[in-house]
């Protein structure tokens, strides 16, 4: 090709060029002076494309039918199997709320379920919901039943031969004071309700454990919480055990008889299905140990302490359930970070391995090898009492943020709930985990991929955690601004204030300059090989809301730290 050529064939582009920008030019202002049509995004609509899911937060099955489920996704709406887990389908999406707290079915018809929304398992960063909700259909057709402002439902019991006496555990939204809390009843199936158990406007009820045997007699555990931005308190006077011997007309709170003095914290209550006068309590009593668990063998009358195993409630916020099997009093359940079990009523416990990170459980009254886990990863569920275990992943992964970079095709990243950061091509079709891959960071940082060269990813999580993956070379690296580990530390302590998904950004004017936020701005434009602040402290810097999150039990994993920078974005229009 000769110079005379390259000339002209570049002169051409050029115009080319031009022309092009004049069309863009002209568009550009045609298109501000115009509304866009909705019309126009009528062919846009959204399909899954991964990665696999995870976190569910109730459970339920038909007693006897091994065929049929229902799990409620922590923010996935509700999932319902016909063929003991082999296909599920999605039967809630048409509904406003998608975050469910408590599922139940109807011991009289296996046709009405009922559902609460808003997830009792309580962090700054989880849905609330809108009320309770009913089918009469085995879940194809929902009914909206009130109690939309009571924020996050914790449990519904269901008469056993009259289904339409319900009673709902409101926790309440949980974010301030509110009358919307306590124990609601209703006598007529959802068309009118009743608040029959109310402490105060900061305590509201996790759990309602109904006598199997006997509806009448019913024990609410009370929960005080309050969230904030800058931290947890769990704990008051009015938290523990009430009970009920009018199928929750009146109640009384327990106290003395063997039970902790105030204040008490999350409370999880279940009745042994054999035996309705075992009834165990896990309490949340702080620091020192006061105790965990405890056990009545009079029906609630009298308590006794039997077991200081913090392991059983290590993190009272984010599980505290308990269950007993069926078929033994002396059998007891314990969700929480490490799933446990004891065969001797909780004088001794043991890990189980059969989940982690657990949330709720359920067992089936007439089959009692029969059981159901929801966790951080899906569903676990046995027909051999825990001898094997299926696990169910759905298509519901929470993701904390996501990103896309500039290949082609593109790929999309983020941060999993209780995974990694995980990296996978637009074009990924949903139905094959390999189609995803771990990437920078963590669960739930964010994942940002380098704009001009996407070989590289930049990516954040807790505990400050921050790397840089070059594909190149497949070399991972970290690349955390600050050697300090934050576990257990209150923000108030540390140098630097990096919240649990701290931001990151990188220059729309130099791939190379990349952004990170404490209370300060941190750059680094050597990929990451050092760090300089470029800021003052940009946050309020109120040390009355930089102390320790949690209440009676103390919780700081950087969720919850105040006076930081929550987010960073650089002008794209002036450097």
Same mark, same amino acid.
């Given at each position: ?198 402490? =105060?406007?900061?305590? *509201?009820?996790?759990? @309602? $454990?109904?006598? %199997?045997? !006997?509806?009448?007699?019913?024990? #609410?555990? /009370? ?37 902790? =003095?105030?204040?008490? *914290?999350?409370?999880? @209550? $279940?009745?042994? %299905?054999? !035996?309705?006068?075992?009834?165990? #309590?896990? /309490? ?292």
């Amino acid at each position: 090709m000769s110079h005379k050529n390259l000339f002209f064939m570049s002169r051409h582009h050029h115009l080319a060029v031009l022309l092009v920008l004049l069309v863009t030019v002209c568009f550009v202002f045609q298109s501000s002076a115009q509304q866009l049509k909705p019309e126009l995004y009528s062919g846009l609509k959204y399909r899954y494309i991964g990665p696999p899911g995870n976190r569910t937060s109730a459970v339920v099955g038909v007693p006897g039918d091994e065929m049929v489920y229902y799990i409620g996704a922590s923010s996935g709406g509700i999932w319902k199997t016909g063929d003991g887990g082999i296909n599920w389908f999605p039967v809630f999406d048409n509904q406003p709320a998608q975050s469910i707290g408590a599922l139940a079915i109807a011991r009289s018809d296996a046709n009405i379920v009922w559902a609460g929304t808003g997830e009792p398992f309580v962090r700054s960063n989880i849905s609330i919901g809108n009320g309770v909700y009913k089918s009469t259909d085995g879940g194809k057709t929902w009914q909206h039943k009130g109690l939309a402002l009571t924020g996050r439902i914790g449990r519904v019991v269901i008469d056993p031969q009259n289904p339409n006496i319900v009673l709902v555990a409101a926790l309440g939204h949980c974010y301030g004071p509110q009358q919307e809390r306590g124990v609601f009843r209703t006598t007529d199936g959802g068309n009118t309700w009743k608040r029959v158990l109310f402490a =105060d406007e900061n305590t *509201g009820c996790f759990e @309602i $454990a109904m006598d %199997p045997n !006997n509806p009448r007699i019913l024990f #609410a555990g /009370m929960w005080p919480i309050i969230i904030r931005t800058w931290g947890r308190e769990s704990g008051g006077p009015n938290g523990g055990i009430w009970m009920s011997r009018d199928e929750g007309v009146s109640w009384k709170h327990l106290t003395g008889h063997g039970l902790p =003095d105030p204040p008490i *914290g999350k409370v999880g @209550i $279940a009745i042994a %299905p054999s !035996n309705s006068k075992v009834v165990y #309590a896990l /309490m949340e009593t702080g620091t020192p140990n006061r105790g965990v668990l405890w056990r009545s063998g009079d029906g609630g009358e009298n308590w006794q302490l039997v077991s200081y195993d913090r392991i059983l409630n290590e993190r009272p916020h984010y599980a505290s359930r308990i269950m007993v099997n069926p078929a033994d009093e002396n059998e007891v359940y314990f969700a929480a970070n490490s799933h446990s079990i004891t065969y001797d009523g909780g004088i001794t416990t043991e890990r189980s391995h059969w989940s982690g990170d657990s949330h709720d459980m359920w067992a089936d009254p007439l089959l009692p090898d029969r059981m159901m886990i929801s966790d951080d990863g899906g569903v676990v569920i046995t027909l051999n009492r825990g001898k094997s275990w299926k696990r169910i992943k759905l298509p519901n992964a929470q993701m904390y943020h996501v990103a896309v970079d500039n290949q082609i095709p593109y790929y999309v990243y983020g941060g999993k709930q209780d995974g990694s950061g995980y990296k996978g091509p637009g074009t990924a079709s949903g139905r094959n985990d390999a189609e995803w891959q771990a990437t920078a960071g963590g669960e739930c940082g964010f994942i940002v991929p380098d704009p001009v060269d996407p070989n590289i990813v930049w990516g954040g999580s807790y505990n400050a955690g921050f790397t840089r993956v070059d594909y190149r070379t497949g070399h991972q690296k970290t690349v955390k601004i600050w050697p300090e580990s934050a576990y257990g530390a209150p923000a108030g302590i540390l140098k630097y204030r990096f919240n649990w998904t701290f931001p990151i950004a990188i220059s729309p004017f130099d791939h190379n300059k990349v952004y990170a936020g404490s209370q300060f701005v941190h750059v680094t434009t050597d990929g990451g090989a050092s760090w300089q602040v470029i800021s003052p402290d940009l946050s309020t810097n109120d040390q009355s809301k930089m102390d320790y999150s949690g209440g009676l039990t103390k919780d700081n994993l950087g969720v919850e730290y105040g006076c930081i920078v929550f987010a960073i974005a650089e002008s794209p229009v002036e450097q």
